[in-house]
């Protein structure tokens, strides 16, 4: 079993950053990567950022320049630091991980663009 929990999330103007934060715990051994995604009102839940255990870091064409995927392995912590904000970065933003072939998911967290 893995836990995972985000925080970080909230109401920020056009332009502005955040950053998010999912500690996990658990079964950490046998995680390869994580991940955070996102799913917009009415839409589906989209891939945001992934790092890997490696290190190694990919995104999506619509944050590329602007988001940042990190992690802490001492805090067994992920970061995505989000910058230049946009509205449509509006979304509930979760933290995944893969583990022993099961999904895992955070609670999510709010994250609102005002223009």
């Known amino acids: 079993q893995v836990q995972l929990v985000e925080s970080g999330g909230g109401l920020v103007e056009a332009g502005e950053s955040l950053r998010l934060s999912c500690a996990a715990s658990?079964?950490?051994?046998?995680?390869?990567?994580m991940d955070w995604y996102r799913q917009a009102p009415g839409k589906q839940r989209e891939l945001v950022a992934v790092i890997t255990r490696g290190g190694s870091t990919n995104y999506a064409d619509s944050v590329k320049g602007r988001f940042t995927i990190s992690r802490d392995q001492g805090k067994n912590t992920v970061y995505l630091q989000m910058n230049n904000l946009k509205p449509e970065d509006t979304a509930v933003y979760y933290c995944?991980?893969?583990?022993?072939?099961?999904?895992?998911w955070g609670q999510g967290t709010q994250v609102t663009v005002s223009s």
């Open positions: 995944h991980t893969l583990s022993g072939g099961r999904h895992f």
């Open positions: 658990g079964r950490m051994f046998s995680i390869n990567a």
